[in-house]
Structure formats: C-alpha cells, structure tokens
C-alpha cells in the first residue's frame, strides 16, 4: 500500500522545537524529492520545504529559513523536519508529499 504516515506535532510553547518524521511505505521512497507543506485555517496549503532524492538540495520557505531543517534517510524511507525557534503563526496542520501523495497531516500548535 503507498502511502505517507506524518507524526511528531502536539502543542509548544513559542521558542520550542518540535521534530516530525514521515514514514513512506509502497514506493521507491529513494527516487523522490520530498516535501512538507502546511495549511493553517482560513489559509491556503503552502510548501515548507523540499528535499532532493538524495539530499544534495535543500528549499525553503522564506518564513522558516534559519529555524526549520528537512532531512531524510532513505535506508528508513522516512523524512523528517526539525523546526526550532518556533512562533504562533508556525500553527498548522503539517503535511508530507511526495510529488504523487499527501499524508494525513499532523497538527502543530505553539501556544503560551
């Protein structure tokens, strides 16, 4: 079965970190860029960061560059984003895509 299985968010204080991993099943997770989006409410679903097949090329989004990292291992088909420094408007339900399927999504909340 393909698919893309999100976990790692909850509720932060703002200046936390959180880490959220995807776990890839299905397909040769090696051969694909991979990509995590968020959609807050009332907001369009908007792309936070991409990386390359291999990992040789990181994207980001201007609004979490310096704070959020994306990295993979492809030997556990899993993507992950490490966010640090983070604020209220990171709040979003966060979202894995490989170029063919989304992930359920999961929820991060920072909040005092």
């Known amino acids: 079965q393909v698919q893309l299985v999100e976990s790692g968010g909850g509720l932060v204080q703002p200046g936390g970190s959180l880490r959220l991993s995807c776990a890839a099943s299905?397909?040769?997770?090696?051969?694909?860029?991979m990509n995590w989006y968020r959609q807050a409410p009332g907001k369009e679903r908007e792309l936070v960061a991409t990386?390359?097949?291999?990992?040789?090329?990181?994207i980001y989004a201007d609004s979490v560059k310096g704070r959020f990292t994306i990295s993979r291992d492809n030997a556990k088909n899993t993507v992950y984003l490490q966010m640090n420094s983070l604020k209220p408007e990171d709040t979003a339900v966060y979202y894995c895509?490989?170029?063919?399927?989304w992930g359920q999504g999961t929820q991060v909340t920072v909040s005092s």
């Open positions: 990386i390359t097949s291999a990992g040789a090329r990181l």
């Open positions: 895509y490989s170029g063919r399927i």
């Open positions: 299905g397909f040769t997770f090696s051969s694909y860029a």
